[in-house]
């Protein structure tokens, strides 16, 4: 093979790598997947080193001289989780190491695999609302209940993806969910005395919940990766700390207007 | 019967966090299976040990091993089952707790709450290292180079 297409291939690996990574792959998947489709194409000097914020890849083809490797340095800064992208990556780099896929047939599977879109917002708002209120029940939660969390978790749901797509400072997006979440919940709370805040409240933050870093940061440290393992878990503790500060804002903020009582 | 019930409910708010998750429109059902079946053996052990911690580390072990099954039959990422799956034992609840003592000047009340999230997550944390260590183990075995 010669440099022309060294460098394509590592293009598109990149390529592969930047979408598994943005749509909340844990990043021993994506050193694998890189290692994987470049060693398959006959390339004996593969070195990848893949963190949360950014890719570097190394290559060199057999019986070339030391010099002659390439490396490339991709910084990541939007992330967004889409699994349904994850597996399709997924099976997408089987099927390259598999088969003797050209390069422009791989790059055309790639762009298809990125126009994949999230489900639609109505959609995304639905469930979310459906996930919490149905975490409410498990606690134990009336039917009143159940359908206050409902709503609030809608309007959670639409405040935290709205904010999203104007990226807003992640840190600020959870803030202002647990704060919408606990002034609907105070609210249905004062129109109906059946309805307890802290039932409405969990079921809403439900939806903001670090899993993903939660997941993605055990796997990472089990195999090996110390620094993205660290990085995703301080991620979790920062998302979680946000919720309950946005919370834990708006309730003191009422017991301070409220006189000292949390209804 | 109380179990059914559980069962039925752990589901459809597992199938909600798949949809919000994205998961791919085959793999939802089964993530939701996943999470209404953890959530049966969280309350068949909290039952008996009253403890949440003890019954979260059972319940997530359960997610593991079912991903990892359905990671094989389904050939999907294991990861994409357990992330919607082990959402509804999060420590939401000790988590405000914790906030709610915190403003009430309870720091006593916080730190057990306080101590009961960590613990919680730590349970859910090890339990997925168990099994995917296990997994990973199994996988070098299998293929050595």
Known sequence: ???????????????????????????????????????????????????????????????????????????????????NRVAKVN????????????????????KDIDKIKPYPALIHAIFGGIASAFVTLLFGANIFEFMAAFITS???TFSIKNLDKISFPPFLT??????????????????????????????????????????????????????????KAAEAVIIATSIAFGVGFILQLWILISGGKLL | MIYL?????????????????NLPRTAILNAGFAG????????LFHNIT?????????????????????AVKFKFPATIFIVPAIVPLVPGHALYYTMLSIIQNNYSAAVRYGSETVLVSIAIAGALTVVLSVNSFRKLKRSPN
């Open chain 1, 91 to 110: 099976d997408f780099s089987r099927q390259f190491v598999s088969s003797d896929m050209s390069i422009e047939e791989a790059f055309n599977i790639l």
């Open chain 1, 174 to 231: 959870n803030i202002s969910g647990g704060c919408v979440a606990t002034i609907f919940a105070i609210i249905f709370a004062s129109l109906y005395p059946a309805i307890r805040i802290d039932m409405v409240v969990v079921g809403a933050i439900m939806v903001m919940v670090p899993g993903v870093a939660i997941t993605n940061a055990v796997r990472d440290s089990i195999s090996g990766d110390l620094i993205s393992g660290l990085a």
């Open chain 1, 1 to 83: 093979m010669n440099e022309i297409d060294s460098k394509k291939l590592l293009k598109m690996t990149l390529y592969t790598a930047e979408i598994l990574l943005q749509s909340g792959a844990e990043t021993y998947r994506v050193e694998d997947t890189i290692v994987r489709m470049c060693t398959s194409r006959g390339f004996d000097y593969v070195e990848s080193f893949v963190t949360p914020t950014g890719i570097f890849l190394s290559l060199n083809n057999k019986g070339d001289k030391p010099e002659d490797i390439i490396t490339l340095v991709r910084r990541i800064k939007s992330r967004s989780i889409n699994l």
């Open chain 2, 50 to 70: 009253h403890s949440s911690v003890l019954s979260t580390f059972v319940a997530s072990l359960a997610i593991a091993i079912l991903a990892e099954t359905f």
């Open chain 2, 36 to 43: 209404g079946f953890s959530w049966v053996i969280y309350n």
């Open chain 1, 154 to 156: 809608i309007m959670v």
């Open chain 2, 5 to 21: 019930y559980d069962f039925i409910i752990a589901l459809t708010c597992t199938i909600g966090f798949a949809v919000l998750f």
